[in-house]
């Protein structure tokens, strides 16, 4: 059985509005990562649901960062970062990067690793990264790094964000869609 395309539709479709499409894709499980750099000597970070392996050979993951962000900027400028796979406990840290008001680093106990970048306490996984490319996307850029190491942490369960909550064991805070948009919040 052969199947066949539909016809095009003769009229002119709008594209969904963003807050339609927030709402669809909230349909997807994400993991959740701060993205971590440095800017000169000052450490900086965001939160960042938009996370994925693209290549083992050459090894290489990719997220994305919303042109307005804060943080992202700086990283990019020093060319390298940290992926730091957070647990399923790890809310705290989520907060810190994901808020403007989040405290980011402050009495927070973390490390520079040997790779130029700060690696948080407690993760599951840091993925050492080069900036290998970069490419505009709408809104956000695409950052493609170049793995240059692992570092195993924790064994606990991950942070899974589905359905605009934490988690998918049950009920959570709602979190309202101005946690997960732009103003330099994330990115």
Known sequence: MTAECPPAPTAVLQPPAPAELRRAMAE????????????????????????????????????????????????????????NILGEEQQDLCGRFGSSRGLRYEGLDWELSRWGAPSLPGVLVRVHCEVHAVHAAGDHDVVIGRVLALEHGSEERPMVFFRSRFGLDGPAPLLTPETWSGGGQWG
Do not use: Y
């Open 28 to 83: 997807f499980a994400t993991g959740v990562t701060v993205i971590t750099g440095m800017d000169g000597a000052e450490p900086v970070g965001f939160a960042c649901q938009s996370f994925a392996s693209v290549s083992l050979e050459p090894p290489l993951v990719l997220f994305c960062a919303d042109h307005r962000g804060r943080s992202w900027p700086r990283i990019r400028t020093s060319g390298r970062f940290c992926v």
